[in-house]
């Protein structure tokens, strides 16, 4: 049975259509129009294909709502998920969405794997392809190692998280999240604040191109020391037309806001120095229900996760009415399973074994 493609949005751009593809087909059979081979940050997704991803997304949600959550799509492809770096979000919903395309799903984890033996990220990637793989989600501590891994692979590259580099399919779940939950559904000219170590975020620097793209207003917040180089970043993004505020306040950033996303202290990333306590900065720059108070009424609380509670948010924020972190997560296996669906699509049919 094929489903309904959701409604059809006007896009900016005329050169791609509002058009939403069947995942009830294999990919490489639809006219899908998405350009990228890999997904490695969205400073090269134009607007009106990150509306493709949102719209994508949709269908994908249709798909989970059923009894049985899973389509053919991805069958005979091969995922393999590489993680060099710890997660649960990121690395669990990669596999669910993989699976309920109906891919096959490999998972490695360096510390387990011959990384461990000294093998290098390119022998790695050469041997995963050898052994069948389409996809290779991958996740890595040093900023650009995707790029590195996109130039000997033969098939697409997901970036799952590079240092402090990207992490596209984050920011796309963040917007999908703040579309879904604001009312008018959409974040063009809502004040979005991104509040914490901004410095080490990977989440930031993505969300900086996905949230400038949808016009928001957005600000970052954070001491100082934890946003450096990003004062510079702003100016030449306005020039580009891609305007964002820089301020170590945070009541001015927090003032009638209708988003505040709170940033995970990455003391594994932490050069010394940075920060006096984390008593200090908890104490100036958590999101407490104080601070949260000067945001608009029922303005969304996020966090990419994981969270420290008590360090960059409160517990009672965390958990309070206005969060949707866990909405977050479970929309992150949507476009995830979007994402896999588009750029397996732009890759053509599976390569001959
Ligand atoms: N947000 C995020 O990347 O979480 P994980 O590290 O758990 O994947």
Known sequence: MSIAPPPRVPVDDPGVEGHVPSVEEAPETQSVPWRHRHLLDLDVVSWAEIELVMRTADAMREVLSRPIAKVPALRGRNVTILFYE???RTRVSFEVAAKNLSADVVNIAAPTSSASKGESLVDTVKTVEALGADMLVMRHEVSGAPYLAAEVFGGSVLNAGDGRHAHPTQALLDLYTMRERLPGGSVAGRKIVILGDVLHSRVARSNIWALTAAGADLWLCGPS??????????VAGGVEGRQFRVTS????????????MALRIQRERMASGLLPSLREYAARYGLTADRLALAKPGALVMHPGPMNEGVEIAPDVAAGAQSVITDQVTNGVAIRMALLYLLAGAAGPRRPA
Do not use: C, Q
């Not at 946003?227 to 970043?233: I, M, V």
């Not at 306040?249 to 505040?260: G, K, L, P, T, Y």
């Open 86 to 88: 710890a997660s649960t």
């Open 225 to 234: 020391t934890l946003l450096r180089g990003f004062e510079a970043w702003a």
């Open 249 to 260: 306040s945070v009541d001015e950033a927090v003032r009638d806001a209708d988003v505040v």
